[in-house]
Every structure is written in structure tokens, then in C-alpha cells.
């Protein structure tokens, strides 16, 4: 299998911020730590700082995760992924949901609350197209759950 090369700039926005790390040689992700102790209330979502910015190249983007650690505790993040595209400079923030036990999660500062990782993204053109054009597949229109019915 041939490997990317891959070169990334983070910048930290606040002296007290921490450089992404790899929990091992050959982990996927990169841990973000959080900049600042943060309450997650349940059933709410908060943005939890990690005081980086990060040029990602063109044609790449960066996931943010959820930590499997945190997920089993029960702190989620709402929308599943997030994406960080090529283009954005700002602060790298995570979003995160606490659906665990009590009535808030307190993550503390320095703590890793995700990681990142980074994915090529194809140049892609839309063709509008008919109806008919698209073909058929034995699925055809089944939509949600449709291929996992007993």
C-alpha cells in the first residue's frame, strides 16, 4: 500500500494550547485537547476550544471525531463527524453532547475531547441529468433501512 505524505500547519491561538498527538505510531487520528475546563450540560450542545488553527491543504479536509473513551462515558458529538475544509482558518472547535449519567460531564482542561483526521476530497462536477438517465439497481428507490430488512 502506497502512503500519502502529508504536511499540516497548526497554529496555536492561545499560549496555553496544545499541538495535536498521535496516541501511537500507527494511529489513524490525531488527539485535540481541550484549551479550557468546559461543561457539557445534558442533553445540550457545547463547543469545547482547543485553541488551534490549522491550514489544511487544498484538496484534503480534516474529520473531527468523537474519542471512543469519551463516547463510552456518553459524550457524543450531535452531528456524528465534523469536517474542517481546506479554506477555514478559524478557531478548531468540537462540538459535543453529553448523554451519559448525571447531569453534566465536565471535561478538563488539557484533556483530549476528539481527533482528527484527514481525508483526501475528490474535484467533483454535478451533471443535471434526467430521471431516466440516472439507470436502474435492483435497490431502486428503497430508501433509509431499506437493504437491512429481515
Same mark, same amino acid.
Given at each position: ?8 500547519? !497548526? ?36 463547543? &469545547? ?34 469536517? &474542517? ?19 453534566? !460531564? ?11 483526521? !484527514? ?24 430508501? !433509509? ?6
Amino acid at each position: 500500500m502506497t502512503r500519502t505524505n502529508l504536511t499540516v500547519e !497548526f497554529a496555536k491561538l492561545d499560549e496555553d494550547a496544545r499541538m495535536p498527538t498521535q496516541g501511537s505510531a500507527h494511529a489513524a487520528g490525531w488527539d485535540l485537547y481541550a484549551l479550557e475546563e468546559t461543561t457539557v450540560v445534558r442533553h445540550k450542545s457545547s463547543l &469545547i476550544r482547543t485553541g488551534l488553527a490549522t491550514a489544511i491543504p487544498e484538496g484534503w479536509e480534516g474529520q473531527i471525531r468523537c474519542r471512543s473513551s469519551l463516547g463510552k462515558k456518553g459524550m457524543i458529538m450531535p452531528n456524528g463527524l465534523g469536517t &474542517i475544509d481546506s479554506d477555514y482558518r478559524g478557531e478548531l472547535m468540537v462540538l459535543a453532547t453529553w448523554i451519559g449519567e448525571g447531569d453534566s !460531564f465536565v471535561v478538563a482542561k488539557g484533556e483530549r475531547v476528539a481527533q482528527m483526521l !484527514f481525508a483526501p476530497v475528490p474535484k467533483v462536477t454535478l451533471v443535471e441529468t434526467t430521471v431516466d438517465a440516472l439507470g436502474t439497481t435492483s435497490r431502486g428507490e428503497g430508501g !433509509f433501512g431499506s437493504t437491512g430488512q429481515f
